[in-house]
T-cell receptor, first 114, second 111 residues
């Protein structure tokens, strides 16, 4: 089946630094990938839609200059949290969809900003 | 949004019991629905899906029911096991769009 690999699985960074999270499609190309954020005991909230070769589409309230998304190849999308602050600490998850609409998720990245 | 009284944030059952987890979805135009299981510190894991042209679908020990009239989705787990303990989310979408997740239900199974 389709496999999505997300890296790193957890990261701790200092306030003010930037962190890059990778989301890789291992079996077939993914023109579109999605990035979600999940705070403790809450549901997944869509942050942005990542489109290969074009700009990402951000959801309302998500700062595009803070959460930089790059989808330069058909198998890799990256999310960079720039100038991270403690309130950015969260669980970040990527996904890709197949033609049948089923979404496959990465393992998630636990970001802690100290 | 959620129907008042329909969604339970937690559900506790005994091993061997049947579990029913409910979800109210918001978009009447949604045509695809999925149930996911999420264990602590992990990404969501696909359980079962259903399209809007169906009202019931069965998998191994799981059944999803869809009532489009009241925009209600349920997940039934037969003979619940301790390994079923997790947070369960329903999700909806239309073709080509991202999934919209409902509020999760934490299922606790005691031996």
């Amino acid at each position: 089946g389709a496999v999505v690999s997300q890296h790193p699985s957890w990261v701790i960074c200092k306030s003010g630094t930037s962190v890059k999270i990778e989301c890789r499609s291992l079996d077939f190309q993914a023109t579109t990938m999605f990035w979600y954020r999940q705070f403790p005991k809450q549901s997944l909230m869509l942050m942005a839609t990542s489109n290969e070769g074009s700009k990402a589409t951000y959801e309302q309230g998500v700062e595009k200059d803070k959460f930089l998304i790059n989808h330069a190849s058909l198998t890799l999308s990256t999310l960079t949290v720039t100038s991270a602050h403690p309130e950015d600490s969260s669980f970040y998850i990527c996904s890709k969809k197949t033609g049948s609409s089923e979404a496959f998720f990465g393992q998630g990245t636990r970001l802690t900003v100290v | 949004g959620e129907s008042v009284g329909l969604h339970l944030p937690t559900l506790s059952v005994q091993e061997g019991d049947n579990s029913i987890i409910n979800c109210a979805y918001s978009n009447s135009a949604s045509d695809y629905f999925i149930w996911y299981k999420q264990e602590s510190g992990k990404g969501p894991q696909f359980i079962i899906d259903i399209r809007s042209n169906m009202d019931k679908r069965q998998g191994q020990r799981v059944t999803v029911l869809l009532n489009k009239t009241v925009k209600h989705l349920s997940l039934q787990i037969a003979a619940t096991q301790p390994g079923d303990s997790a947070v369960y989310f329903c999700a909806e979408n239309q073709a080509g769009t991202a999934l919209i997740f409902g509020k999760g239900t934490t299922l606790s199974v005691s031996s």
